[in-house]
Every structure is written in structure tokens, then in C-alpha cells.
């Protein structure tokens, strides 16, 4: 032993052989010696075995190459390794487990490892690797070569196990648990399970429920998940209790509240392991159910904690609501009563002074008394069982807020049902008299000086006062060339939007489906779109998006190789695009560490949109907002819908080239006129985009501007609720130039677009090809400018401010000045 000793440090320059005879000898001294030592035996109570679990993996390599992983080199060992049959790389003609590491001994098989509180499972387990390769890819649009295994960008196809090797498999644990009885049922698990942020295996494909059906590992009893399933689809769980409960099971989660990657990687490992069918990391009331009939079953003795905290925490289901029409629309006597009498019976409308009427519809009552700011209505003395009656308000309201009240519906027991419609535009006589003589002037200084053209329209307490068309439509010829006959612009002219589209088609649709109970703005936006995961996105809120505060870039330029991220963000094609969006596209800072205007949010929010309704963001605006609200010249890509160029106003001059100095990939030439101008919508959303795509008229955006004064609805059709307007038109906490996507006056921080006359209340938005929406409830006013300033040729600036359109370079085309003076001709006249 001394010599043995005395070489030690030269262990490493002799020889193999010389080492082996060194070990032997150390090893027959050392049985020796423990010969020679006289033992007494006592058993202590107080012990355990050290084997607590028995770990399944996949090798995902064939045979040869795995013993060359687990034997030879590769630095990984397990306890055991069962071959597949038609593996060429296996050439024994029998199928037969090979045992590698001794189980007393310690095999490097499961890593950083966690599972039912004890942290680097080595020193506690045994695992066996079971040959089976499944086929994985990941998609080469992928910027970030270090994905998890449940990323989205990698698509993995599993095999099927061999039957032989998985009955070699059972006889194994079989045997493994005879010799280890601590390792329970729920202590038989997967790579997946101990580390599933890192591993995917043994997978989908892995026979847990036969292993169980054979006395090895967990399962649930259907009678139970039935209980728990119908318990979660009338109330699901929050994502806090299931973190809980996936703890409680033996997964290491920490509870946040959220569903951010880690837990979709667990959720993943959990459904793979209990719900192989239905793998997508999502929270159901299915995945739920088995987790809670799992805990039930091998842990009885914390349910009745999990449950207790469910209770507490529990809410209803959301039901969508019907919006129902009309801004009063209720049945008297009220059927939902408060017990403060005099707050029952009664409701407010919106009218203006000698306008608006008031439908009645008879269930079975033969007379109710009616009163109007309260003034009684002379109604029929005898009212007609199951008749429709209509009388004129003109004689009652006035403008702003007028009161309704009913009292004495007779019989007893009887009711009738009341309904008032919203406010519709009229349009005034003197519309275009000397009181906008200021804002006339200006406008046709800056036509007569090279300004393109624009439509301006104000509408005030419910009547257009002011409406009129400048300058030209189109002025250019393809080419540059100025035509010899400038198109003149008209009032009925359709412009493209731009942003505004983000307005009154992205807002106008949330507003809707909020109102609808069908989207919660304070949810994590992949609660909607599941995919939406990774770097940090399952933190992201749809309100993040609205405020722009999610941490995106102003824009990605998809539509060009030469873009920031670079040509693996090229996109022409819109399914690629919205890939990119929903798992590529990175942010460029931490959420709500600033408020930065970006395109990238809105484009995510159609997307979201689109999921929620089934339907493209085009035709559910069109067919579920504008029609029923009788326009029908607001609309996305109008020359597939029947519309001619001729009806719009043109944008720019040479395509999107910026006057020559701009090319990339099927770049447009042409004069821009009636296609959408904006290269991310064109190219990469096909025209229909959240961002951008809309044209309209100041027709149309007038009914779409009164449904908003009139908090939600117009004429009969109701659109979203007042309540959820107030939500979006807030100012945002620490940015009151910001609403829930609406740009505000606030007090004064954006004059450049609302002027110095705006209320603190006022909202609105602007569009890049220089359109402006004003609207404005503490004035009941709305203005909306459309231009064509970029249809305009490009000039250079001075102090090395770079080109730019001659157009954006006027009054006209900077907003402010016209909204400025459209509120002193409506102020200084009121």
C-alpha cells in the first residue's frame, strides 16, 4: 500500500496496466483490513434508502452512437440502455437490456434537476436511456441559435417505441422498484419532468399509461378528472394556483403569476406526460383537471388546501354579451331592482336640443306614464297590447344629457320595453359660411403655393358645420411629370389613413370585443395567441401593446432585405410575416421601461383580433362596425372591392422610391392611388394590416367620430360601450399624451397636432400620409383634415435635416395651424 502511495503522484504518467495492478493491490489490502476489523451490527429506525426515483429518458441517437455518449466519450452515463429493434447500428440478433453503471453507483444521466423538493437528481436516482430518435428541425428563420426545447421555432417529429423494448422496460423497473421501495408511483418520471425548461424526453410518444397499467408509475381515475373538468370549464383556476399545484405535484416552478416560458415548458412536460394528445403548453380545464385528480389521488393530504384557495380565488367563466341597439334599450318596471327606490326606473341619454325620438314596444301593460327632462309625454291613454309606438322628442330634449324617467306601468305585473336611439349627423345650412374664412385662406395660400390637396370637415353638437375639398386628388402622371389637368379634389374623395387606421379599425374593433366580454386588455396577449412566447413575450400584456410600452422598435421594414434585423426578416408573404411577429421579432428594451410609438404593436393587435373573431381585421370591421353603421367607403384594399382609382386621393409620386433613391424587391413606381402606401401593409400584410390599410372618406370618419362623442353607438346600432371608451380615452399613469392606443391633448404636450385650444379631454390620432382626426367631447366637436401631402415631390432641407416631402413642409400638411384655427372660428362664434 505504501508503494501504492509512494506512486500516487506518478499515477497519471504509468501505464494503464500499471494502474490496474496498483488498484487491485489496494483493494485486496483494503478487504484485507476489513477482514481483520471485528464489527457489531445494530439497525437504526432512522434511515431511508438513497434511490428515491427512477428517471425514463430517450437517447435520440441510434445504439452505437448512444454507447459511445454513455461508455466511451461523451461524458454522460445512465444505469441502463435498452436498444430498438431495426436499428441498424445494434447488430446482436436479441433484443436485451445492457446495464452501464452499477446501481449503487452514481451515472451522470439527469443534470440540473429538480423534482418533489430535492434539487441534481444523480445522487438519487436511476436512470435508463431507451433508444429512440425522434426527427427535430428548427426553422431557419431563427436569429437565436440557443432555443428552449418547447420554442416554437423547433418542430419535432416523435417515432412510436418498439413494443419489445418497452416489455424489456417493464420487466426492468419492475425489478428496479422490488429493490428501491422508496421510489413511489409519482416518482417515476421523465427527463422532461425534472428539467423541463432544458429536456423534452422521453416525449409524447413515451406508454406512460401502459407502464402504469402494469404497476409502475401515476395515473388518474377518470371519475375524478370528470369531477375536476366540469369544476374548471365553470370556473377555470388562475395561473398562480396551477404553478401551485404543478409544485404541490413535484415540478420545480415558482409561482408568478403568469404564463412565462418556464411554465410553458412545464405545462408542456406535464401534458406529455399525462396528456400526450393534447401537448401546447396552454392552460385548459383539461390539463387542470388530470393535475388536480393526480394531487387528489397520491397527495389527499393537500386538496383540501388547493381547493379552499380555488374557492377564494374563483371567477365565472367571461360570457361574450350581446350589445343589443340604441343607447337606452331596457325594460320597465327595471327587473333588476336596487332597494334604493329612487334610483330604479331611470336612465340618461344623449340628444341635442329639438332632435331625437323614443320607441316604445307594449308587452302587456295598457298605460305607463313617460317623462322626458321631466315633462310627461302625451302618449296613447290605451296602450295595445304587443304594438310597436314611436313619438318625437323635439318638444322635450336638449343638448347634452337629458333624463328619462317611467312610472306607473299598468296593470301590475305589467311591462312595457323603451328605446331611444343615439344621435345621428345632420348637416347645417350655412356649412360653409365666412366663420372657417381664416382656415379657408390658409388652406388654398398653401394649394396656390405647390400644397397638394385636402378635405377638411367639422362636425359640432351632432351637425356637420363645416365641409369642403382643396387643391387636387392627383397632380403627377406615373413617371413625375405634372399632368396638363390636375384631377381636382372633392369632398367625397377616399384617402388612405395611414395611422389613424390604427383608430378606427384596430380601436374600433377592440373596443367592440372588449365590450363584448370577448377580450380583457389586462390578460397576457399569448392567453389569445399561444404561440406568442419566449425572450420574455409571455409577460407582455395586451394593454403593453395599446400604450406602447411592450418594448418593439418604431417599426421592422419586413418589406426589404435591407432591413435592421436583417434579410431573416424579409417578408413579402403575410402567413411569414405574422410568423416573424408572433416568435421572432425581439425587443429593442425592457416592457414599459418607455412609451415608444410602434407599428410592430398594432400589427400584433390585429393578429390578436383576427384569432378572437375567426375573421380577417378587414372583413370584421367591414361587415361587423361600418355596415351597420350604414357607411361604405371605409374599407381595406377598395380596388379588389369594386372602387376605381379616380375615387382616391393620390399619395406618392414615384411609388415608394422616395423621388428614385429608394429600391428593394418588387418596389412600387407608379402613382400611389387607392392602394394602401404603407410598404409593411402592401408587401407584408397584403394591404390589410393593423398599422395601416384603411381609406375612408370625412363622410364616413364623420359617423365613425359622432359614434364616439356619442359614447359607443349611432342611430340604432351600438357599437361598444361608453364605459369601455372612458378605459381607452384615459390618459395612460405618467404619459397623459397616451390613452389605451388614442394620442390626447392632455394639457397642452401635443399642440403640434391638437392646437392650444384643445380640452384636456380631447383625442384623436394622425396618419403619415397626413391625415388628422380630432375628437373632442367637452366641446362635442370633431375635426377631421385628410391631405395628400405626400403626393408632393421630394426636396432636400436645410441644416442637414435630410429630404422630405415639399408637402409636409406646409402649414397644411403640419396640422396644428388648421386644427388651431378650425377651435377659434367654432369658440369665438358659439
Not at 362636425?459 to 369642403?468: A, F, P
Amino acid at each position: 500500500m505504501q508503494r501504492c502511495v509512494k506512486y500516487q503522484s506518478k499515477w497519471r504518467t504509468i501505464g494503464s496496466s500499471s494502474r490496474r495492478i496498483c488498484f487491485i493491490s489496494l483493494l485486496t489490502i483494503f478487504i484485507v483490513s476489513c477482514k481483520s476489523l471485528s464489527l457489531s451490527h445494530m439497525q437504526s429506525k432512522n434511515y431511508s434508502q438513497r434511490i428515491k426515483f427512477l428517471v425514463m429518458h430517450y437517447t435520440a441517437i441510434d445504439y452505437q452512437k448512444s454507447v459511445t455518449a454513455l461508455v466511451d466519450e461523451g461524458g454522460l452515463s445512465s444505469h441502463y440502455l435498452i436498444p430498438e429493434r431495426n436499428d441498424p447500428s445494434y447488430q446482436d440478433s436479441q433484443l436485451k437490456v445492457i446495464q452501464l453503471v452499477d446501481e449503487s453507483s452514481r451515472a451522470w444521466h439527469a443534470g440540473k434537476s429538480y423534482w418533489q423538493g430535492r434539487e441534481d437528481l444523480n445522487d438519487q436516482s436511476i436512470g435508463i436511456e431507451i433508444v429512440n430518435v425522434p426527427e427535430c428541425m428548427r426553422d431557419n428563420t431563427s436569429v437565436d441559435l440557443k432555443k428552449r426545447q418547447n420554442d416554437p421555432s423547433r418542430l419535432c417529429i416523435f417515432p412510436d417505441y418498439d413494443p419489445k423494448q418497452i416489455e424489456l422496460l417493464i420487466t426492468l423497473s419492475k425489478d428496479i422498484l422490488a429493490r428501491n421501495p422508496d421510489i413511489s408511483p409519482t416518482a417515476v418520471i421523465g427527463h422532461s419532468d425534472i428539467a423541463p425548461t432544458r429536456k423534452n424526453d422521453p416525449g409524447p410518444r413515451f406508454p406512460w399509461y401502459q407502464l402504469y397499467q402494469r404497476g409502475i408509475g401515476a395515473w388518474y381515475d377518470n371519475d375524478t378528472l370528470k369531477t375536476y373538468w366540469e369544476m374548471f370549464n365553470a370556473y377555470p383556476p388562475s395561473i398562480s394556483l396551477i404553478q401551485h399545484a404543478l409544485g404541490t405535484y413535484g415540478y420545480g416552478i415558482v409561482e408568478t403569476g403568469m404564463a412565462d416560458s418556464a411554465t410553458l415548458d412545464t405545462l408542456s412536460a406535464f401534458q406529455m406526460h399525462f396528456l400526450p394528445w393534447s401537448v401546447n403548453g396552454k392552460l385548459d380545464s383539461k390539463t387542470a383537471a388530470v393535475l388536480f385528480s393526480l394531487i387528489d389521488k397520491y397527495f389527499p393530504q393537500h386538496i383540501d388546501a388547493l381547493l379552499k384557495r380555488y374557492e377564494a380565488e374563483k371567477q365565472p367563466v367571461q360570457q361574450s354579451v350581446t350589445l343589443g341597439y340604441y343607447q337606452v334599450n331596457e325594460t320597465y318596471p327595471n327587473t333588476d331592482r336596487s332597494t334604493r327606490e329612487w334610483v330604479n326606473d331611470r336612465n340618461v341619454f344623449k340628444s341635442y336640443v329639438n332632435e331625437g325620438k323614443i320607441i316604445i314596444d307594449n308587452h302587456d301593460a295598457q298605460s305607463a306614464d313617460i317623462y322626458v327632462n321631466g315633462e310627461k309625454l302625451n302618449i296613447d291613454d290605451i296602450l295595445q297590447p304587443y304594438q310597436r309606438y314611436s313619438y318625437s322628442l323635439a318638444r322635450r330634449t336638449k343638448t347634452g344629457e337629458n333624463t328619462l324617467r317611467v312610472e306607473n306601468v299598468l296593470p301590475q305585473g305589467s311591462s312595457i320595453q323603451v328605446m331611444i336611439p343615439f344621435p345621428t349627423l345632420k348637416l347645417e345650412e350655412a356649412a360653409n359660411s365666412q366663420t372657417f374664412a381664416k382656415v379657408d385662406n390658409l388652406i388654398n395660400s398653401d394649394i396656390d403655393a405647390g400644397f397638394p390637396g385636402a378635405v377638411l370637415l367639422v362636425l359640432k353638437d351632432g351637425k356637420i358645420i363645416k365641409r369642403s375639398a382643396y387643391g387636387y386628388a392627383r397632380k403627377y402622371a406615373d413617371g413625375g411629370q405634372l399632368l396638363e389637368h390636375p384631377i381636382k379634389m372633392q369632398t367625397s374623395q377616399l384617402f388612405d389613413l395611414a395611422s389613424n387606421t390604427k383608430m378606427f379599425a384596430t380601436n374600433f374593433a377592440l373596443m367592440k370585443l372588449v365590450s363584448e366580454g370577448k377580450i380583457d386588455v389586462t390578460r397576457p396577449i399569448n392567453d389569445y395567441l399561444p404561440e406568442y412566447q419566449g425572450q420574455g413575450r409571455e409577460g407582455r400584456l395586451i394593454r403593453d401593446l395599446l400604450t406602447h410600452t411592450a418594448g418593439y422598435s418604431p417599426q421592422v421594414r419586413f418589406f426589404t432585405k435591407d432591413n435592421e434585423l436583417g434579410p431573416q426578416f424579409f417578408s413579402q408573404n403575410r402567413k411569414r410575416t405574422e410568423h416573424l411577429l408572433l416568435s421572432r421579432v425581439p425587443f429593442e428594451m425592457g416592457r414599459q421601461t418607455q412609451a415608444v410609438y410602434s407599428d410592430t404593436d398594432y400589427m400584433l393587435l390585429s393578429l390578436l383580433i383576427e384569432r378572437v373573431t375567426f375573421e380577417h381585421l378587414d372583413l370584421y370591421v367591414e361587415q361587423q362596425i361600418y355596415h351597420p353603421l350604414g357607411i361604405d367607403n371605409t374599407l381595406f384594399n377598395p380596388l379588389q372591392k369594386g372602387f376605381t382609382k379616380s375615387q382616391f386621393a393620390a399619395t406618392e409620386i414615384m411609388g415608394n422610391t422616395r423621388g428614385g433613391t429608394v429600391d428593394f424587391e418588387n418596389v412600387r413606381t407608379h402613382v400611389l392611388q387607392g392602394e394602401v402606401h404603407d410598404e409593411k401593409a402592401f408587401h407584408s400584410f397584403a394591404g390589410v394590416a393593423g398599422h395601416a390599410g384603411l381609406f375612408s372618406t370625412v363622410d364616413d370618419l364623420a359617423v365613425l367620430s359622432q359614434t364616439l362623442l356619442n359614447g359607443g353607438g349611432y342611430g340604432k346600432t351600438k357599437v361598444f360601450e361608453h364605459a369601455v371608451l372612458d378605459e381607452f380615452v384615459k390618459p395612460e399613469e405618467g404619459n397623459g399624451s397616451f390613452g389605451l392606443g388614442w394620442r390626447r391633448a392632455g394639457h397642452g404636450e401635443s399642440k403640434w397636432h391638437f392646437g392650444p385650444y384643445a380640452s384636456p379631454y380631447a383625442y384623436g390620432h394622425t396618419g403619415w400620409t397626413g391625415t388628422v382626426t380630432v375628437i373632442d367631447p367637452e366641446y362635442d366637436l370633431a375635426i377631421i383634415l385628410l391631405t395628400n401631402a405626400r403626393h408632393s415631390e421630394i426636396v432636400e432641407q436645410e441644416e442637414d435635416k435630410g429630404p422630405e416631402f415639399s408637402g409636409k413642409l406646409f402649414e397644411t400638411g403640419k396640422y396644428g395651424s388648421i386644427i388651431s384655427l378650425v377651435y377659434e372660428a367654432v369658440l369665438d362664434n358659439q
